[in-house]
């Protein structure tokens, strides 16, 4: 059962500037919703907070959350966007999932937020 509930946040150490946050976790699990079988996929999630930031243990028990509901990468994407933008409210938020092949097709589905800020680095820039 999906849990937005889980998510937690703490106040941004640094409110007056802008800055890039990323997070990349690389074993998301769900379920197909017509097969059944196991999705695998990375989530990388890029924002700059405005008042708040989200705390790291409880995105990971919101993400174990989808590992046994049926649902769309794109719903999955997106679904995860909506939750965080609704607890944290950022100034800019980018959400990726990455999914790994079945029957010779990945797919990477990217949702945002926002306006994003023209200063930011590239994603894994200093990798």
């Not at 919703?33 to 028990?61: A, M, N, Q, W």
């Not at 965080?84 to 999932?97: A, F, G, I, S, Y």
Request: with cysteine; glycine share 8%; hydrophobic share 30%.
């Amino acid at each position: 059962m999906i849990d937005p509930d889980l998510l937690e946040c703490f106040d941004n150490p640094a409110p007056q500037g802008a800055y890039l946050i990323e997070h990349t976790a690389e074993e998301f699990t769900s379920l197909c919703p017509r097969t059944g079988h196991p999705d695998f996929g990375t989530i990388i999630l890029r924002y700059v907070p405005d008042r708040l930031c989200v705390e790291l243990k409880s995105l990971k028990l919101y993400y174990q959350s989808f590992r046994d509901a049926g649902i769309f990468y794109e719903a999955v994407t997106n679904r995860i966007r909506d939750d965080l933008v609704n607890l944290m409210q950022p100034r800019w938020l980018e959400l990726t999932t990455q999914w790994k092949g079945r029957g010779g097709i990945r797919s990477r589905i990217t949702a945002t937020h926002g306006t994003r800020p023209d200063n930011l680095p590239e994603p894994g820039h200093g990798r």
